[in-house]
């Protein structure tokens, strides 16, 4: 794993204009920034042209607390979801994973980058 890689993985995003659910590859750096990926053949990510950029996301949702104007797809429990709400891009990006155990994996590793920048923007520093 990359030094400045925080956590990466497969999960379920749903796209924000066609509002299907697309399996793209995520990965968590350690400024925060969620970058994310078509599946390729190779899983050879580290050169690969992101599909986009979660940058401004304020806090994690989970479980029921993730509201969306439609159904969460059956395959996606409670335990295995999560929401990142962008107030500054007035979006809220809807994620789902496999499992409980990736999606508590991730839910730990985005809170933690949640909270520190809170503590900064606190300190008028971001």
């Known amino acids: 794993m990359c030094d400045d890689i925080i956590h990466q993985?497969?999960?379920?995003?749903?796209?924000?204009?066609?509002?299907n659910w697309k399996r793209r590859y995520f990965v968590l750096r350690k400024d925060g920034y969620?970058?994310?990926f078509k599946p390729n053949r190779n899983n050879d990510?580290?050169?690969?042209?992101?599909?986009g950029v979660i940058?401004?996301?304020?806090?994690?949702?989970?479980?029921d607390s993730c509201h969306l104007g439609n159904d969460w797809p059956r395959d996606a429990p409670a335990s295995c979801r999560f929401s990142l709400p962008c107030p500054s891009l007035d979006r809220t990006y809807h994620i789902y994973c496999d499992n409980a155990t990736e999606a508590d994996r991730w839910i730990s590793a985005l809170t933690?980058?949640?909270?520190?920048?809170?503590k900064l923007r606190e300190l008028g520093i971001a």
Do not use: E, P
């Open 9 to 19: 993985g497969f999960c379920n995003k749903q796209g924000a204009v066609v509002t």
């Open 34 to 36: 969620i970058y994310y």
């Open 45 to 51: 990510y580290s050169t690969a042209k992101n599909k």
């Open 55 to 63: 940058r401004d996301f304020v806090d994690v949702l989970t479980g």
């Open 112 to 118: 933690a980058v949640a909270k520190r920048r809170a």
